[in-house]
Nanobody, 124 residues
Framework: QVQLEESGGGVVQAGGSLRLACVAS????????MAWFRQAPGKEREFVGA????????SYRDSVKGRFTIARDSAQNTVFLQMNNLQPEDTAVYYC?????????????????WGRGTQVVVTT
């Protein structure tokens, strides 16, 4: 079993930055791919980006490329989502998720472990 816990959400003005953290505990070897998803009010949950725990290779959705960066700290079993130049459309609950695969996957159902989420609100 792997447990994931997110932190770092909050309220920020457009153009600002936030850094989210996801701490993994338990059988972390079962979550080789760590991803961030988000769900805005009234919308479906969507893939934001992911990182390969071993290689640190990463992938992002087009709308966040150049603004968001995922990094991992193996010593702390923590994955970070650095979000810069935030826009109102980035407002959502952000979830950390883990998948036991060797390559990055993009679909929600491919992730078996989820955190509870952290709220991000971007104001104009």
């Amino acid at each position: 079993q792997v447990q994931l816990e997110e932190s770092g959400g909050g309220v920020v003005q457009a153009g600002g930055s936030l850094r989210l953290a996801c701490v993994a505990s338990g059988r972390t070897d079962l979550s080789k791919i760590m991803a961030w998803f988000r769900q805005a009010p009234g919308k479906e949950r969507e893939f934001v980006g992911a990182i390969n725990w071993k290689t640190s290779g990463s992938s992002y959705r087009d709308s966040v490329k150049g603004r968001f960066t995922i990094a991992r700290d193996s010593a702390q079993n923590t994955v970070f989502l650095q979000m810069n130049n935030l826009q109102p459309e980035d407002t959502a609950v952000y979830y950390c998720a883990g998948a036991d695969t060797s390559w990055i996957v993009y679909m929600e159902h491919e992730y078996g472990v989820w955190g509870r989420g952290t709220q991000v609100v971007v104001t104009t």
